[in-house]
């Protein structure tokens, strides 16, 4: 997943996923294949745009959804409250820094052998009677970079 992977896997891969193949979508899910990313709509638009490829912010933001949708990529909310974009699709959580903004994955804690989200919805059903959803967790804080300066 850490290099650049062909046309024609990206093409089969949007293919597996129900969608029809465009530029525009195989540029943006192969930027996301490369490496971990967490990233704004715009930012994307511009990192892209740096590599020479012609994407209107609207396309990019169409394109997102879709991938998004379609399971390909996940939308987080960043620091902001603003939708960021996730390549990670395994169930994770995630450290937000409150001073740079930075996202960085953080895989589920066991509890009992039993991932934490899901314990802790058995836990709380049990208690309530309630039917609880999957619960997500983001936690807040200062990464080790920003609290030693
Ligand atoms: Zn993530």
Known sequence: MNQRESKSAIR?????????????????????????????????????KRRGERLSLSTVYLNLSVLTEAGLIRQLNGLTGEALYDSNVKPHYHLICKETGEVVDVPLPMIDGVPLPRFLKECIQEATGWQIDEPSLELRGLSPKVAKE
Do not use: Q
Request: hydrophobic share 40%; proline share 3%.
């Open 12 to 48: 089969k891969l949007l293919k597996d996923y129900g969608l029809r193949y465009s530029r525009p979508r195989a540029s943006i899910l192969s930027f996301f294949r490369e490496a971990d990313h967490h990233i704004s709509a715009e930012d994307l638009h511009l990192t892209l």
